[in-house]
């Protein structure tokens, strides 16, 4: 029926009933090639299982999909043919005359037996499918169907509701136009099975924006979707349930976006978030007994351009070596930092050397344990030329057992290119600066460079975790011969302090470094007190930032932080222990000790007696009065936070009194990013990938990702590990990711997977590859290894000989 004579009538599909599934020998269907041809059509079927008038609705999606073919590049047109008749799937010489075949039905058991066959081997020839809307209902009792839509509603009819509509394939034609943030009424469906990791999903419906009713989804909740099905290609979207949906210019572009893929008109990815196409395989193997021959301690990696692995150790021995606690003995704490090397060629591990550090303690309390050592790791941006390697640690030689402090260090050192060996006697010292090692904890350790050649050091406060009840680390008075060690006002909050801090510096050929523009401070300024300031400070308020990354497409630097200890917030103290992630898009001060999350206040304390509170600071013009403070006094305001999560869920956030302090009472919490909650949490930052097409590897991720974040937790029960996307108009100053994509599927958790994440970064090969920690704490165990996730899945479709007309 043409498309113009709808009104003429609906053909009544068959009533709905049980019936067997279909026979393929029920159909002539002997299509050999694919579907359609140069002259591009579009078969739109609209059957009902129900008699009487035609809806409104297909009479909007009829137009609309005319309207989307005959507009646009002349080489992307397509004819439409409507019709209700199903008995068009068993006619071969009609029905492989279309490219694709579209679903607008209101569902039911709309096919018999053999024209369902049709449609089943229409795609197995390499049709194209779309569905919309309340085709997810159409044909109920087929398991093929239902493979071919992807997923099937939860019982119960929806009502019209405005909601938000996440974007997140910024590559497929469907969707790279539309907003990242689409916000649009429609009738937003539940589906009895999430269908995610077996569809590639290419946008979302957020459910804090509508009122999703019995069945909602949760976080995860896809709305449009496609893959590769039976030998053809299948777009559903769940959207276009009203007729106003078919007048939205937004919405016509998604339509023509999946009907340019189905229809062969142009290539596009729809495999790449479908976990079955991704590979984990660990690549290091159980150290031999009483040695690290494979691995240390993990703690941070990075990759060479020649696709070397080289990671570290932070100190801590094999669990059946010895391990020195007691202040008197002169190898208190000595450890071995270990610098390793995987050779993806020879997949053997070499041990490039070992520094003998401070940092082999052990466990226990805060006065016993200890997490200073090596801690972070770079290659020079020349390194294939001149082997230097950048290592971040404190050396036990340089420990003061009477006063109990050490010289944290940032060295160059030379590697032999050809034997994986690192001359220890080559080392620059770079930089150097006093630490207390009295009280663990937080040393940060990470390290990035950016496009210009500056390298950005991350620093942990220094302090302990005890002392202030999990709250502000800013007691003052806990001291080690005259060094606080509980009041993080002296080191993050302090603008004359390394510690707490993200530094960037330029390194020069001869050892030494310079200052870029643009960091936080020059180091000249001074106020009325006799405050300095560090012109090596990036960002201050940091607490332990153990993994930083650099964005070299956009020069923006990206950290992740491990909050206090507190398991609740508090109307006397304040927010409950946020862990933290930031984009950060230029020198700040980001809270540490005065302000957490997104600008939300600790309290101060009093003095002779910390227990009893002070006013609330003000995140807009902090101040630090601490008697530890030798900086200024008059703190740079506090840029708000991107990620923040607690034990009660993601971006907790509560109603604020006239003068901007939130109530800090739980049952008035909100929370603004529900897929994330904690509990046992320590943040670890990750990279952003970066998709490179003239990359020749065959395990490279797919450009779906490219631009996306990707954020984790040491831990894998309830925490983080996804990759999300930002707005780049609000990222620096603290907006919400608006798209987040769970990984855990695809970097494997659990026990036998990477349960404790420590470090993970893209290779040149395109690659992720992951550090995982073990399963004890300051020591290598057999759980202890380096891993590798590669992308299996192929590259995109249809094959470029099998395009409707020419390559594109």
């Not at 801590?316 to 060629?345: C, F, L, M, R």
């Not at 390194?507 to 180091?523: Q, R, S």
């Not at 990938?689 to 450009?703: E, I, M």
């Not at 769970?742 to 893209?762: A, Q």
Request: proline share 7%.
């Amino acid at each position: 029926m043409a498309a113009g004579a709808v009104a003429a009538g609906l053909l009544s599909g068959p009533a709905a009933s049980a019936r067997p599934a279909p026979d393929p020998s029920l159909t002539t269907m002997s299509i050999k090639s694919p579907p359609g041809g140069a002259n591009v059509r579009v078969l739109l079927f609209y059957g009902s299982a129900a008699g009487g008038e035609e809806s409104p609705l297909v009479n909007a999606g009829i137009a609309a999909i005319e309207r989307i073919g005959q507009t646009g590049p002349e080489n992307q047109r397509f004819t439409v043919t409507a019709t209700g008749d199903a008995s068009v799937f068993t006619n071969d010489k009609k029905l492989s005359r279309f490219n694709t075949v579209v679903f607008l039905t209101g569902g039911g058991d709309v096919l018999d037996p053999e024209q369902e066959a049709g449609l089943e081997a229409y795609m197995e020839a390499g049709g194209g499918f779309v569905g919309l809307h309340d085709a997810a209902r159409a044909e109920p009792y087929s398991d093929w169907f239902t493979g071919l839509i992807g997923a099937r509603p939860a019982a119960g009819q929806p009502t019209v509701q405005r909601a938000t509509v996440e974007v997140g394939d910024r590559v497929h034609p469907a969707t790279k136009s539309l907003p990242m943030e689409w916000k649009r009424p429609d009738k937003w469906l539940n589906w009895a099975k999430n269908p995610s990791g077996e569809v590639h999903t290419v946008a979302r419906v957020r459910e804090s924006t509508y009122r999703p009713g019995t069945g909602a989804n949760g976080w995860d909740h896809p709305v449009s979707w496609c893959r590769d099905y039976d030998g053809g290609r299948s777009f559903y979207t769940g959207m276009g349930g009203t007729v106003s949906s078919y007048d939205e210019t937004d919405f016509r572009e998604h339509l023509r976006g999946a009907l340019l893929w189905t229809t062969r008109l142009v290539r596009a990815d729809c495999k790449a978030t479908i976990t079955g196409n991704y590979k984990a395989e660990r690549l290091t193997r159980p150290n031999q007994p009483g040695q690290n021959d494979q691995i240390g301690e993990p703690h941070g990696l990075v990759t060479a351009p020649d696709g070397r692995v080289f990671y570290i150790g932070r100190g801590g021995a094999d669990a059946s070596q010895p391990v020195v606690t007691d202040w008197n003995n002169p190898d208190v704490g000595k450890g071995k930092g270990e610098i390793h090397v995987y050779d993806p060629k020879t997949k053997e591990v070499t041990l490039a050397g070992a520094l003998t550090v401070f940092g082999n303690k052990g466990g226990g309390d805060e006065l016993v344990k200890v997490e200073e050592g090596l801690l972070g790791i770079e290659l020079d941006p020349g390194f294939e030329e001149n082997g230097w390697v950048y290592l971040h640690y404190t050396p036990h030689s340089g420990i003061d057992r009477d006063k109990r402090m050490a010289e944290r260090r940032v060295s160059r050192f030379t590697l032999d290119l050809a034997t994986n060996k690192l001359d220890l006697a080559s080392e620059k010292v770079l930089l150097k600066w006093p630490v207390q090692i009295h009280s663990c904890c937080h040393a940060g350790g990470g390290m990035a460079w950016d496009s210009k050649g500056n390298l950005y050091i991350a620093t942990g406060d220094n302090n302990s975790s005890g002392f202030s009840d999990g709250y502000s680390g800013n007691n003052p008075q806990p001291n080690y011969k005259g060094v606080s060690f509980a009041d993080a006002r002296r080191t993050a909050g302090n603008t004359n302090n390394l510690n707490g801090k993200i530094l960037r510096i330029h390194p020069e050929p001869d050892g030494t470094y310079t200052l870029p523009e643009g960091n936080l401070f020059t180091g000249k300024e001074t106020d009325e007190g006799g405050g300095k300031t560090r012109g090596e400070i990036y960002v201050m308020g940091v607490r332990n930032p153990a993994r930083i990354s650099v964005d070299k497409k956009t020069d923006i630097l990206y950290a992740g932080w491990v909050g206090p200890d507190a398991g609740a917030p508090s109307t006397t103290w304040g927010p409950a222990k946020y862990d933290t992630f930031a984009v950060i898009t230029k020198a700040s001060n980001r809270g540490w000790p005065y302000c957490m999350g997104n600008e939300q206040p600790y309290r101060d304390r009093n003095l002779p007696d910390p227990s009893k509170p002070l006013g609330w600071y003000d995140c807009d013009h902090p101040k630090n009065e601490s008697p530890n403070n030798d900086g200024l006094v008059n703190l740079p305001p506090v840029t708000g936070n991107n990620i923040w999560y607690s034990p009660q869920g993601g971006a907790p956030d509560f109603p604020r009194d006239a003068n901007g302090v939130p109530s800090y009472k739980q049952d008035e919490a909100t929370y603004k990013l529900p897929w994330l909650k904690g509990g046992g949490q320590a943040a670890m930052n990750g990279p952003v990938y970066r998709y490179d097409g003239t990359n020749s590897s065959d395990v490279k991720w797919p450009a779906y990702w490219d631009g996306k974040w990707f954020v984790g937790d040491f831990y894998d029960s309830d925490q983080p590990r996804n990759a999300v996307l930002m707005d780049p108009r609000t990222q620096g100053d603290g907006g919400l990711p608006v798209h987040s994509e769970s990984l855990k599927k695809i970097v494997p958790i659990g026990n036998d997977g990477i349960k404790n994440l420590m470090g993970w970064t893209f290779g040149p090969d395109g690659a992720l590859y992951v550090l995982d920690y073990g399963r004890g704490f300051f020591t290598s165990d057999a759980k202890s290894a380096l891993w590798r996730v590669t992308y299996t899945g192929g590259g995109p479709t249809p094959a470029a000989g099998q395009l409707a007309r020419g390559t594109q």
